[in-house]
């Protein structure tokens, strides 16, 4: 794993290895009950049409399989689901400039001086009338020069993860229209990265969780990532003030058999210089055969004080992409390029995979 934080790294990578994937995910947890997921692609990880070019050996790259995702959820519960994958014609990531583009669907960020700002602007339909429009503005100073500290190589060099923004504000609008039409206010806290990987994510690491919980005054970010057997745990608080306190000791319990076989951790216990914390996840708020994304609590002790926070936690088994047992259920979720499955023409049913 490379960690860097590097504004003008956040553009799109060269990825001449078939397998090779990127993404620019962005988060966010609203006052108001809602939150959000929205991840651009290209070279989609999940797409069984991109495994069947690799193991047929077409050479076809990342930049055929691009794809965006957007969840949309109100108190950890499903209200909006979309995960298409286009054409390369419909797809343009900026190699120069952190930008990006989906169908009607983008990213840009800009940087004045020390400020960083990302608007994220969607126009997604569904093929059940479902649709989602909207903007959404994500601001913050720059981390890079508190993030100095923990950049660098951990375990393997084949996966990148750039922090952009671990700690941003969020302001801006939903509207969803499908079994409900809504008009959601956004205003809280968010966050963006930049993953890139040059190779598939099987041939890098065997399971990966990670997550980020946002206080008052700094944010815990963290990463557990087996690597041919081998665990690679980092975790840190990152202070509003730029401090960064990495933790020590991280352990894993309380592990939960999922309906699709995903055995995963749901308590994390972090411990530091002066601090220690507890992160339970007790709500699965998507689960897949590969993938899990959870709803958590944390609990930070420093010294005499106490805090709380609410965050996002997410865990995936690459190798589990490549099973065609599960392919049914993806084909479910991912609308391909020229075909739409049954499923995802009617409002009940598809509501019913999120």
Same mark, same amino acid.
């Given at each position: 794993?490379?960690?860097?934080?590097?504004?003008?790294?956040?553009?799109?990578?060269?990825?001449?290895?078939?397998?090779?994937?990127?993404?620019?995910?962005?988060?966010?947890?609203?006052?108001?009950?809602?939150?959000?997921?929205?991840?651009?692609?290209?070279?989609?990880?999940?797409?069984?049409?991109?495994?069947?070019?690799?193991?047929?050996?077409?050479?076809?790259?990342?930049?055929?399989?691009?794809?965006?995702?957007?969840?949309?959820?109100?108190?950890?519960?499903?209200?909006?689901?979309?995960?298409?994958?286009?054409?390369?014609?419909?797809?343009?990531?900026?190699?120069?400039?952190?930008?990006?583009?989906?169908?009607?669907?983008?990213?840009?960020?800009?940087?004045?001086?020390?400020?960083?700002?990302?608007?994220?602007?969607?126009?997604?339909?569904?093929?059940?009338?479902?649709?989602?429009?909207?903007?959404?503005?994500?601001?913050? $100073?720059?981390?890079?020069?508190?993030?100095?500290? #923990?950049?660098?190589?951990?375990?393997?060099?084949?996966? =990148?993860? @750039? +922090? &952009?923004?671990?700690?941003?504000?969020?302001?801006?609008?939903?509207?969803?229209?499908?079994?409900?039409?809504?008009?959601?206010?956004?205003?809280?806290?968010?966050?963006?990265?930049?993953?890139?990987?040059?190779?598939?994510?099987?041939?890098?690491?065997?399971?990966?969780?990670?997550?980020?919980?946002?206080?008052?005054?700094?944010?815990?970010?963290?990463?557990?990532?087996?690597?041919?057997?081998?665990?690679?745990?980092?975790?840190?608080?990152?202070?509003?003030?730029?401090?960064?306190?990495?933790?020590?000791?991280?352990?894993?319990?309380?592990?939960?058999?999922?309906?699709?076989?995903?055995?995963?951790?749901?308590?994390?216990?972090?411990?530091?210089?002066?601090? $220690?914390?507890?992160?339970?996840?007790?709500?699965? #708020?998507?689960?897949?055969?590969?993938?899990?994304?959870? =709803?958590? @609590? +944390? &609990?930070?002790?420093?010294?005499?004080?106490?805090?709380?926070?609410?965050?996002?936690?997410?865990?995936?088994?690459?190798?589990?992409?490549?099973?065609?047992?599960?392919?049914?259920?993806?084909?479910?979720?991912?609308?391909?390029?020229?075909?739409?499955?049954?499923?995802?023409?009617?409002?009940?049913?598809?509501?019913?995979?999120?």
């Amino acid at each position: 794993m490379n960690i860097l934080s590097d504004f003008s790294k956040d553009t799109q990578t060269d990825k001449p290895i078939p397998g090779s994937y990127e993404w620019w995910y962005f988060d966010g947890i609203s006052g108001n009950g809602y939150s959000f997921v929205i991840i651009f692609y290209e070279g989609n990880p999940f797409s069984k049409r991109y495994i069947r070019s690799l193991n047929a050996g077409t050479g076809e790259l990342a930049r055929h399989f691009p794809a965006l995702s957007i969840s949309v959820y109100k108190e950890n519960k499903p209200v909006f689901y979309s995960f298409e994958e286009v054409v390369p014609e419909s797809a343009a990531f900026s190699s120069e400039n952190p930008a990006g583009k989906i169908g009607e669907n983008s990213f840009t960020g800009v940087r004045n001086e020390n400020d960083v700002d990302y608007t994220v602007s969607l126009n997604q339909q569904l093929p059940n009338g479902d649709s989602i429009r909207g903007e959404l503005h994500f601001r913050s $100073e720059s981390a890079e020069d508190s993030l100095n500290q #923990i950049s660098g190589y951990s375990g393997g060099a084949n996966h =990148s993860w @750039n +922090l &952009v923004q671990p700690k941003c504000s969020i302001e801006g609008s939903l509207e969803i229209k499908g079994y409900d039409s809504i008009l959601i206010p956004i205003s809280g806290t968010g966050y963006h990265d930049h993953n890139f990987g040059s190779e598939p994510m099987k041939d890098t690491f065997d399971e990966w969780y990670w997550g980020r919980y946002h206080l008052d005054d700094a944010t815990l970010i963290y990463y557990i990532m087996r690597e041919k057997g081998e665990w690679d745990k980092k975790a840190w608080i990152l202070e509003d003030n730029g401090t960064v306190q990495p933790a020590q000791r991280i352990t894993m319990n309380e592990k939960g058999l999922s309906l699709f076989g995903l055995e995963t951790a749901r308590k994390i216990n972090f411990e530091g210089d002066g601090f $220690e914390a507890l992160i339970q996840k007790d709500e699965m #708020i998507d689960n897949g055969p590969f993938y899990q994304r959870f =709803s958590g @609590n +944390l &609990v930070l002790k420093s010294g005499k004080e106490i805090k709380h926070a609410r965050g996002i936690s997410e865990y995936i088994y690459p190798s589990r992409i490549y099973k065609k047992l599960f392919w049914p259920l993806v084909d479910m979720r991912i609308k391909y390029p020229g075909s739409v499955h049954w499923v995802q023409k009617s409002p009940a049913l598809y509501r019913w995979t999120w």
